[in-house]
T-cell receptor, first 113, second 112 residues
Framework: GALVYQYPRRTICKSGTSMRMECQAV??????VAWYRQSPQKTFELIAL?????????EQNFTQEKFPISHPNLSFSSMTVLNAYLEDRGLYLC?????????FGPGTRLTVL | GEQVEQRPPHLSVREGDSAFITCTYT??????FFWYKQEPGASLQLLMK?????EINEGQGFTVLLNKKDKRLSLNLTAAHPGDSAAYFC???????????FGKGTVLLVSP
């Protein structure tokens, strides 16, 4: 079956430092990967959508300079939160899409001290 | 872009009662519709995916209704039980199916 793994599941970083998270698709080809953030007590906001062979598209309020994303093949993507601050804490979800399906990983929960 | 409004933000019902959550969306080209359940501290669990061509969809213990004319999507939990207590999110995507727009969520509490 199709599975999406995310690493790490939980992480803590100091304010002003950076952390990298990964998304691994197993059992299907992830032609698109969408990264979402759920801040505390809020809904899921799309950060960016990466489609193979296309430029990564960032949503308003999110930039490549802050959230650089790599999507080098059909099974893997990574995103870094650069210079993390308190407002960056939350659950980061990876949604990996194939044809007419999208599967979510379990998320990476980021705490910023 | 697409905007999704979800109501109510909080809902408390007694065990055995129904719980009704509704979302309205703006983009008439929306094609796929989803309901997710999120338990505390956990990720998203897909309850149901609805295509734009279907209007009534029954799951295990719940019904999802899609009204394309009113651009309204609803989730009705029939005979709710305490295990249904969680946050529920609707989400909408176009036919490209790559990008989901989520509602703000409904926190449901089912008391014994």
């Amino acid at each position: 079956g199709a599975l999406v793994y995310q690493y790490p599941r939980r992480t803590i970083c100091k304010s002003g430092t950076s952390m990298r998270m990964e998304c691994q698709a197993v059992g299907f080809q992830a032609t698109s990967v969408a990264w979402y953030r759920q801040s505390p007590q809020k809904t899921f906001e799309l950060i960016a959508l990466s489609t193979v062979n296309s430029a990564i598209k960032y949503e308003q309020n999110f930039t490549q300079e802050k959230f650089p994303i790599s999507h080098p093949n059909l099974s893997f993507s990574s995103m870094t939160v650069l210079n993390a601050y308190l407002e960056d804490r939350g659950l980061y979800l990876c949604g990996a899409g194939g044809y007419a399906e999208q599967f979510f990983g379990p998320g990476t929960r980021l705490t910023v001290l | 872009g697409e905007q999704v409004e979800q109501r109510p933000p909080h809902l408390s019902v007694r065990e055995g009662d129904s719980a009704f959550i509704t979302c309205t969306y703006t983009d008439p080209n929306s094609y796929y519709f989803f309901w997710y359940k999120q338990e505390p501290g956990a990720s998203l669990q897909l309850l149901m995916k609805v295509f734009s061509s279907t209007e009534i969809n029954e799951g295990q213990g719940f019904t999802v209704l899609l009204n394309k004319k009113d651009k309204r999507l609803s989730l009705n939990l029939t005979a709710a039980h305490p295990g249904d207590s969680a946050a529920y999110f609707c989400a909408v995507s176009d036919s490209g199916y790559n990008k989901l727009t989520f509602g703000k969520g409904t926190v449901l509490l089912v008391s014994p």
